[in-house]
């Protein structure tokens, strides 16, 4: 048995008039988009959105800094939580100058003014790898914190802590983590990479991650309950065929945007496809990207029936039957190679259970043949937010204030569905439910965050406290730099 879905998957819609999308609708996106995105109106109702700095610490003035895959491995897109908030502590971690991992916590009492104390693991970055980074997750039903760091395409460097650690029942020091395993406590999965914890509606945690490379790879899951994990396995396939630029392509990895639980227990995927590592001929230029499409699907039994938005079985995790590119219904907003577009970008769930998704790329006005990715989306790269809305129908707005960066943003909703998207270099757009997400305004222009680029964020703090924190390190030019945490009141 599974649920009803919400309603059948329906063309993307477009928010603005209908003269002005049909004009805009080739110079925006792109041949094969299904309509047009635009520039949302700026919000001026007096109770428009805000973010009210409250201030900031330092955690650490020589963190480890150095610039691979023009990203930091203490600021990635993919850790889906190095910074997290539980039981009225907040938890951050990162490689000090001197690569050693670290873990640091902080009581959130009387506003999170009270200082960070760290722990450091037995475990030193083993290359300048910016994928590498490091993860954390919490097993509500038991207490623990676990870590996933320093991976790609090898075996995960794993610990957690001993029971209750999350729920004073333990003390804050090295002696109450495990030692650094290559598996997940006995669980060998074998070599991964981009590794994501995501904790379950009943207290547990699921471990997202890739097996395979960029161009052949494949997603899977692994479950934590009753103090073990067990492998559930893969969900999606690297099979298929895909055709762009008179060109076939039958290799490609899913790079998701984000996987996690919204409150009514259903899990949600969101995620783009990537060809073969080298593009290919799919390529109209050596220089582009072969990312395309955004898809989604979603699952109502934790992650084992896997679902399009009409309710379609997309995959069976464990099992041949996997999300494909050929998978029906997957795509809720096509958009074919060569436009930019980036992978592992951001994801969330509002309060009636829809999700929403960030994405970015050069739109189609300003060219269709990308020949420099970087360049292009530091010059000519916008931001877009999608979301499905009760009914099924998928959403699109074009933010107003243009990408300026090759990185990526973070999304989150507050308890009133408030979008908040943090951009590289700290500066924040918002944009109210009450207009159904249409009408976006900068909030916060990053100017006192010294970021090097992209940012992370402590998504379960906003939902539980309605504090937005930034974790970012500084730009520099030696071996380490500061990492900071700046917090900010929403409104």
Known sequence: MHSTPRSPLRTLAATVPGALALALSAA????????AATPADTATAADAPSATPLGSRTLDENALYFVSYDGLVNNGSYQQSGILTHGGFQYAAWYTGDRHAVLARRSLD??????????RLPHRLTVDDSH????????????????GMDTHNTPVFYTRSSPGLVTGGAPWSADSFEPVQRDLA????GSITYPRFVPTPDGGLQFAYRTGGSGDGTQELAEYAGGEWTHLGAWS?????????????????????????????????????????????????????SNHDTGYVYSDDGGHTWRTGNGAVAAVTGTPHRVSVDTRGHVVDPLPPNYALMNQESQAIDSAGNPHVVVSYRPGRFGHCSTDFVEDRRRQGRTFHLHQDDAGTWHKVELPEPLSAFGRSRL?????????????????????ADTGWSEWTMVHDGSDIDAFGEVLVDESRVASEGVLSVFYQEAGSGSSTPIRVADFQLG
Do not use: K, Q
């Open 237 to 289: 396939s690297p099979e298929g065929t895909y055709e762009a630029n008179g060109a076939v392509s039958d290799s490609r990895n899913m790079y998701l945007h984000g996987i996690g639980y919204g409150d009514d227990g259903r899990l949600h995927a969101s995620f783009t496809w990537r060809e073969t590592a080298a593009g290919g001929d799919i390529l109209c230029h050596p220089g582009g990207l």
């Open 110 to 119: 009387g506003g999170g003014d009270g200082g960070w104390r760290t722990v």
């Open 186 to 189: 006995g669980l060998d999965i």
């Open 132 to 147: 590498n980074s490091i993860s954390l997750g919490v097993s509500a039903e038991d207490g623990r914190l676990h870590v």
């Open 412 to 432: 989150v909703l507050t308890a009133d569905d408030t979008a908040y998207v943090v951009m590289p270099f700290g500066r924040i757009m918002a944009a109210g």
């Open 28 to 35: 925006l996106v792109g041949p094969s988009a299904a309509t």
